[in-house]
């Protein structure tokens, strides 16, 4: 291998099964549908299923080391600095199983989201740059602007909008949440648009021509 190609192998994603702790005893690793695709700099840590064409950004952490199991479903996207992380023995039900966290298909998360489970988040969900959702419910469709909070217990009915920099942490105010606006609703399909063609179009711009780290080089 020539020095151009070893420079290029020092970015591949982290996957790996969580560490032996007393209250997770038992190593489970990722399972990945092959469609999917998770970018460099990434972590994907335990019991953690990802489905078909899911694509992972850079710098995204998915850490199942504590709350676990997560699910994140198909054509989702993770966006560059989205953080997965759970609280232990915290769960919410889902599809007759128990979940840290739940994400289903076609969910945006966008640059810098703090996605904390016990959590459920419903299919078309858009969680906007830089918000957090933490101990909720979010039903189908719901679009969530930057900067805002979902959190402490409550559970957002389906195709409702969280206004920027909202705190929803209580059940009044989510009760009280609006419809998405047809803007907010375009905006949201777009996203999901543009990113289902990343995981095919970066496999493919990888290609065969790996080295050992999962690289491509030339």
Same mark, same amino acid.
């Given at each position: ?43 994907? *840590? ?9 694509? !992972?950004?850079?710098? #995204? ?11 994140? &479903? ?12 759970? *609280? /232990? ?48 419910? !979010? ?26 920099? +909202? ?12 419809? #998405? ?6 905006? +949201? ?14 496999? /493919?711009?990888? &290609? ?6 999962? /690289?491509?080089?030339?």
């Amino acid at each position: 291998m020539n020095e151009e190609k070893e420079s290029k192998c020092c970015f591949s994603p982290f996957i790996s099964p969580n560490p032996i702790t007393t209250f997770n005893p038992v190593q489970i690793y990722p399972d990945i549908d092959e469609t999917a695709f998770i970018s460099q700099f990434s972590s994907v *840590i335990g019991d953690v299923t990802i489905r078909e064409n899911v694509y !992972v950004a850079p710098n #995204v952490s998915i850490r199942a080391d504590e709350g676990t199991p997560f699910y994140i &479903g198909s054509n989702t996207n993770l966006q560059d600095g989205v953080i997965l992380h759970g *609280i /232990l023995k915290k769960q919410i039900a889902a599809g007759g199983r128990k979940y840290s966290i739940y994400i289903g298909k076609e969910v945006s998360a966008a640059h810098g989201a703090l996605i904390h489970g016990p959590c459920y988040i419903g299919n078309n969900v858009f969680i906007g740059f830089k918000s957090i959702v933490y101990n909720a419910i !979010v039903g189908e469709g719901v679009f969530i602007s930057y900067n805002a909070v979902v959190t402490n217990g409550v559970k957002v009915a389906p195709n409702r909008f969280v206004p920027p920099g +909202a705190n929803i942490d209580t059940q009044q105010k989510a009760n009280a949440l609006p419809r #998405v606006p047809a803007d907010s609703r375009e905006f +949201a399909e777009e996203v999901q648009k543009v990113n289902q063609e990343f995981p095919a179009s970066y496999h /493919l711009l990888f &290609g065969e021509n790996r080295c050992s780290c999962g /690289l491509a080089f030339d």
